[in-house]
């Protein structure tokens, strides 16, 4: 299978649906899928036979669970026999628009969006449960006070990655109102990891797998913390879901199967080849940070605690990524993920909303 990198406009995505040019087939053999209305979760079956997938970044990494579980034939058990995968910057009009069944995203997307177009949407698993706090800095950088009256960029200034550059530096001591100035970057974090190489900035918000060559320029991370944040899922319209239970459940269940084989570090170099084997380009430096991506990543589809998610949810309040006073627990539905918890052997994570 050749590249997966398919980004389509918004128009294409609401309108063609999960056919044709707007969707990757991967072929499956078949399996019945009926069921009965309410069958116990261990035997769970789909009553779709296919299902469109969304997901907002064409990395490796962003669609590795359900990739494997439809590789390692966990979707065909529960009665999934297609994959219909379709990656677009535009997947919550897709999901709105009845193109997508379930997609991966952003959870300030799901939450902002069901609070503010009244849909029914729902957040039905988390992916990254967490988040890598990392402050990279040029060459000459040695320690905080260092940063006084120098720039720092988390690419835009009102997003996300600046607000943790600021808490980042309240950590260190600083004030990132007197001691700093911020400096707008447009771009993903490869061009501040530029940046900070040709010098243009002192600092910047990056990832673990930017460590290598920011080092090889002379450069080093100067914070770098695992920080508790669910800040990405996978979402259903509360519609989509009412018809077909049985296949969210079974979905959900071939999910968390796929992170239990991939979080087994036994399973590494198959987890590598198979993702390399649908096309996606891995090189062999994030390759070697495979631990440290995991780590980000929810190995059960939930998330830690109630108390979490209102400070994530609180904290996009803060930069204008949600309403402020926005009840998350109206748009997210765990119960899928607790049964996929359940059937896989799991304990509740979490435990109550």
């Not at 036979?49 to 579980?69: I, V």
């Not at 503010?116 to 039905?124: E, W």
């Not at 296949?247 to 080849?273: C, E, G, H, M, S």
Request: with cysteine; aromatic share 10%; charged share 25%.
């Amino acid at each position: 299978m050749k590249k997966l990198d398919i980004r389509l406009p918004r128009r294409e995505v609401l309108l063609k649906g999960g056919a044709g040019v707007l969707g990757l087939f991967i072929g499956c053999a078949t399996l019945n899928r009926a069921g009965a209305q309410q069958p116990k979760i261990k035997n769970i079956k789909a009553n779709l036979k296919t299902l469109r997938m969304g997901d907002f970044n064409p990395n490796y990494a962003t669609q590795w669970s359900y990739r494997l579980a439809h590789a390692l034939g966990y979707f065909k058990e529960v009665g999934i026999e297609e994959l219909n995968v379709t990656v677009s910057d535009q997947y919550m009009p897709g999901l709105i628009g009845g193109s997508l069944d379930i997609t991966h995203g952003d959870t300030d997307a799901f939450l902002s969006s069901a609070a503010q177009s009244g849909q029914p949407i729902k957040m039905i698993s988390l992916y990254r449960d967490k988040e890598w706090w990392i402050m990279g800095v040029r060459k000459g950088i040695e320690k905080p006070e260092d940063l006084k009256g120098k720039k720092i960029t988390g690419g835009s200034l009102d997003g996300r990655n600046t607000w943790v550059m600021r808490q980042v530096l309240i950590k260190m001591g600083l004030n990132p109102d007197k001691d700093v100035e911020f400096v707008p970057m447009s771009g993903a974090s490869d061009r501040r990891l530029q940046a900070l190489l040709a010098g243009t900035v002192d600092a910047a918000s990056l990832f673990p797998r930017h460590e290598a060559g920011l080092k090889a320029g002379g450069g080093k991370f100067l914070y770098q913390n695992l920080t508790l944040a669910p800040q990405e899922g996978f979402g259903a319209l509360g519609s989509w879901l009412s018809k077909n239970e049985d296949t969210a459940y079974a979905w959900a269940i071939a999910d968390v199967k796929a992170r239990k084989w991939l979080f087994n570090p036994a399973n590494k170099d198959q987890a590598y080849k198979i993702m390399r084997d649908l096309g996606f380009s891995i090189p062999p430096a994030f390759e070697a940070q495979y631990k440290l991506e995991l780590d980000q990543l929810s190995p059960d589809g939930g998330f830690e605690s109630a108390k979490v998610m209102d400070e994530f949810v609180a904290s996009l309040a803060e930069t204008g990524d949600v309403p402020k006073g926005l009840d998350w627990r109206k748009y997210v539905d765990m119960k899928y993920v607790w049964a996929a918890q359940e059937a896989n052997g799991l304990p509740r994570r979490p435990a109550s909303l």
